[in-house]
């Protein structure tokens, strides 16, 4: 069970950072965009 536990906790970590850095991608292209734009 602890196993499993561990396993999941890194799972989520990986997810949650993957989530992460994909929206912070998505507001660096908004923000040139922005720039370009003007």
């Given at each position: 069970m ?18 992460f850095?994909h ?14 734009s003007?």
């Open positions: 602890i196993i499993l536990y561990v396993n999941s906790c890194c799972l989520n970590k990986k997810l949650i950072y993957f989530v850095t929206m912070i991608q998505n507001r660096k292209l908004e923000i040139m965009n922005l720039f370009a003007k």
